[in-house]
């Protein structure tokens, strides 16, 4: 089964995340949200209850001061108040009132709540004002131990106004006179649950007489109350107090819970809309930050196999300032360093085989160089110990002076042998060091050639050299004569007899020296093996040309210490070698 990306079940666990936790949030707030608001208000309300009953009962507050208290209690928790005794009598003036200034100069109190309830629209459109004339029909009704007057108006009459009101039955009384005061509520909190309030009281008194034993035992009583006209529900709250004469008084509040009910109730409906709308935003965020997460994870996934592979070029860091961007910084530095060891083991691996191959060469070259030393030393020893035993034994005189004359010719060709040895063994050790200075290859040559005069003398060879443009060249004088003489010998060697060797030197942008002779030529086949030591180009590996066998192999070297190319090629009827003199 093919394995799931990472970013499939990054998305997959963070569509199941946000997906739970909005449910979590839908079901707590269809389920328990209902009862947790309305035990957060009802507590708010009891807290500021039993605040305001503290204050009422410490502090001594006027008529005017105590309705601002009231009312500022009533906005605050948008629920109902009034002060009563245990009969349910109002013992405090309605906070929403006005105070009438008669004719005769008496002053008369209006309750406005449950008028308000009833005529809240034309009373507000009315706007009634401090010293408006007004004229009320309702019920007065005494209050206190001052024995006031209360009217609760079922119809007011403002001039240049309409009637506010209907007259159910018959009034007692009718009262006239000038509005001195006003206290209504703010305009947000105007609605008809003001009149509300004493429906409730009328509703709840008389108390019966398990709920009279607990307010006497200061114990605040909570009870709902449904309310028929509008349909709402309602608790009532009972908080009694004792007043510093020793009185016990009641503050009677209403609070509406109908609109917690009714919200919720929308909210659920809402709800509906909201978890459709949502479930999509939770699908695009959890892609959104899946690809968020999982990119830059991707990113050193893909690093990491190439780095498996031994790619380090393409590793790029990650920029990030978190842990995914010191990660990716820290496998850039890896790479780097693995990088770089990888290269140096690399050269290390290539100079050990190198140097093991070298070893191989070495290895074989010095068998090859003992094996060819001995054999080229048998041959000479041979001769001197046969001889040497002649001699011992007394040969004929007239032999003497011919056998001493070949143990002294041997002995000279292994001495030759011996130095040229000797010269390879310091130029393969790389301890030479060359002092080069400027000189001119033509007067070098014929240096050479007045020392080996007389060895051409015996082959009736002549030498030529033909410089054309020639320029100085760098290098180390004794060596390079050396090659000279080196090149020349083989040349006289190999040269037919009464020939001539031509030494050409040519200059432009470089120096090349030809050395040319007649005679036998190479096999292609061979050419490339001349530079070797002790090699002869006759398979008999006859001594009759004389030579050790390597000088040429002394030339090359010494040449390549140099820096310089040569070659060797066939003519049509000789040999002729090459060296590339850089100016």
Do not use: C
């Not at 007057?149 to 309409?162: F, G, H, T, W």
């Not at 590793?315 to 990660?327: F, M, T």
């Not at 001995?374 to 002076?401: C, M, W, Y």
């Amino acid at each position: 089964m093919k394995n799931k990306s990472i970013t499939f079940k990054l998305f997959m666990i963070t569509v199941l995340f946000f997906a739970f936790f909005y449910m979590m949030i839908i079901l707590s707030q269809l389920l328990l949200f209902n009862d947790f608001y309305e035990n957060h208000k009802l507590n708010k309300v009891e807290q500021h209850l039993a605040k305001f009953a503290s204050d009422y009962t410490r502090k001594e507050w006027s008529s005017d001061q105590l309705s601002r208290e009231i009312l500022k209690f009533m906005t605050r928790n948008r629920s109902q108040l009034a002060i009563i005794d245990i009969d349910g009598k109002v013992v405090v003036d309605d906070p929403y009132h006005m105070l009438i200034t008669q004719d005769d100069g008496q002053k008369m109190m209006v309750s406005l709540s449950l008028f308000m309830t009833l005529h809240g629209d034309q009373f507000r459109a009315a706007n009634i004002q401090k010293g408006d004339r007004i004229t009320l029909w309702g019920e007065v009704e005494k209050r206190g131990k001052e024995n006031t007057s209360v009217l609760y108006p079922e119809k007011m009459y403002i001039p240049d106004s309409k009637v506010i009101g209907e007259e159910e039955g018959k009034v007692s009384s009718q009262v006239s006179g000038t509005v001195s005061n006003i206290e209504l509520p703010y305009f947000k909190i105007w609605n008809q649950r003001q009149g509300l309030l004493m429906q409730a009281l009328s509703e709840t008194f008389p108390l019966s007489g398990e709920l009279k034993k607990r307010l006497n035992h200061m114990e605040m009583q909570q009870f709902p109350w449904f309310e028929s006209w509008s349909g709402t529900n309602n608790v009532i709250i009972l908080q009694p107090l004792l007043k510093n004469n020793g009185e016990l008084e009641i503050l009677f509040s209403v609070t509406s819970i109908q609109e917690i009910s009714d919200t919720n109730d929308a909210l659920r409906e809402f709800y509906i809309y909201l978890g459709i709308g949502g479930f999509f935003l939770i699908l695009i965020l959890s892609l959104f930050f899946s690809k968020i997460v999982t990119k830059p994870l991707i990113a050193l996934n893909q690093m990491a196999k190439r780095m498996l592979n031994f790619d380090f070029t393409a590793v790029s860091p990650i920029r990030q300032n978190d842990e995914l961007g010191s990660l990716s910084n820290s496998m850039l530095l890896m790479s780097q360093k693995l990088d770089s060891a990888l290269s140096e083991l690399k050269d290390a691996n290539v100079k050990l085989l190198e140097d093991i191959e070298q070893k191989q060469r070495l290895e074989v070259l010095q068998q090859s160089f003992f094996a060819n030393a001995s054999h080229e030393l048998k041959t000479p020893l041979s001769i001197v110990k046969s001889f040497a035993e002649g001699l011992q034994d007394g040969v004929n005189v007239k032999k003497r002076e011919h056998y001493m004359s070949v143990i002294i010719e041997e002995a000279g060709k292994m001495e030759m042998l011996i130095k040229d040895m000797l010269d390879l063994a310091r130029l393969e050790s790389g301890t030479i060091v060359l002092r080069k200075r400027m000189f001119l290859l033509s007067e070098l040559v014929e240096k050479v050639a007045d020392k080996l005069v007389y060895l051409l003398k015996e082959k009736e060879l002549e030498i030529i050299v033909v410089p054309v443009n020639e320029l100085h060249v760098l290098a180390d004088q004794e060596w390079m004569e050396q090659v000279i003489i080196n090149l020349i010998m083989n040349a006289i060697r190999h040269a037919e007899e009464g020939s001539v060797i031509t030494i050409e030197i040519h200059s432009d942008t470089s120096t090349k020296l030809y050395v040319d002779n007649i005679g036998e030529t190479i096999p292609e086949d061979q050419l490339h093996l001349i530079w070797e030591r002790f090699y002869r180009v006759e398979p008999s590996r006859s001594r009759k040309t004389g030579g050790t066998g390597l000088g040429l192999s002394i030339a090359g070297q010494i040449l390549g210490m140099h820096g310089f190319d040569y070659e060797v090629e066939n003519l049509q009827n000789g040999v002729r070698f090459i060296i590339h003199f850089s100016n």
